[in-house]
């Protein structure tokens, strides 16, 4: 069965880099029917796509992150990772990495982790 | 590219037939089958309930059904259970490559 799990710091200052690394397990990364995403939750909020990579390490990103956000790949580890730079408290949220599938932002989720942007 | 829009709140009792909207546009919903729906419990990661618009994953109740006219997409809750008192989740697949979620709606069971 599919797992996915996010890690990396829950605590990032104001105008630093937030970055979160998604461990796939229980199915391939180099699958060449999925690619891989990142959503965002800011608490008591909705949802927020912010983007997705194919195991070739083709992206896309949410407009309205794109000047902001990274995602990459790392098949050796069957890991993918986001970068999101100049944060700000607005950037405080859940943030999940899933699986995409066609025509379906996330048809597995990891667990989510809370990350606080605060000094 | 702008969130979908969904009524932020909707009610019923136990057994009836609810039914939750989601407008987008032409470049997202009325333009492709490609919707799916989220059910979100509190603290939770959200759970896949409909994808393409009608498609159930394995595993989901049959009392979840989808739907979509034009540039708005519906889900029905049919048989209304206190475990489906939830916050429910709209998305799209966008002419622009990317996808966009709704605004999200807290379904209460009276």
């Known amino acids: 069965q599919l797992q996915l799990q996010e890690s990396g710091p829950r605590l990032v200052k104001p105008s630093e880099t937030l970055s979160l690394t998604c461990s796939v397990s229980?199915?391939?990364?180099?699958?060449?029917?999925?690619?891989w995403g990142w959503i965002r939750q800011p608490p008591g909020k909705g949802l927020e796509w912010i983007g997705s990579i194919y195991y070739t390490g083709i992206t896309y990103y949410n407009p309205s992150l794109l000047s902001r956000v990274t995602i990459s790949v790392d098949t050796s580890k069957s890991q993918f990772s986001l970068r999101l730079r100049s944060v700000s408290a607005a950037d405080t949220a859940f943030y999940y990495c899933?699986?995409?599938?066609?025509?379906?932002?996330?048809?597995?989720w990891g667990q989510g982790t809370l990350v606080t942007v605060s000094s | 590219q702008s969130a979908l829009t969904q009524p932020a709140s909707v009610s019923g009792s136990p057994g009836q037939s609810i039914t939750i909207s989601c407008t987008g546009t032409?470049?997202?919903?009325?333009?492709?089958?490609?919707v799916s729906w989220y059910q979100q419990h509190p603290g939770k990661a959200p759970k896949f309930i409909i994808y393409d618009v009608i498609k159930r994953p394995s595993g989901v109740s049959n009392r979840f059904s989808g739907s979509k006219s034009g540039n708005t997409a519906s889900l029905t809750i049919s048989g209304l259970q206190a475990e489906d008192e939830a916050d429910y989740y709209c998305s799209s697949f966008t002419s622009s490559t990317t996808y966009v979620f709704g605004t999200g709606t807290k379904v209460t069971v009276l």
């Open positions: 032409s470049s997202d919903v009325g333009a492709y089958d490609y």
């Open positions: 899933s699986r995409l599938s066609s025509g379906t932002p996330a048809d597995s």
């Open positions: 229980g199915g391939s990364i180099t699958n060449n029917n999925y690619h």
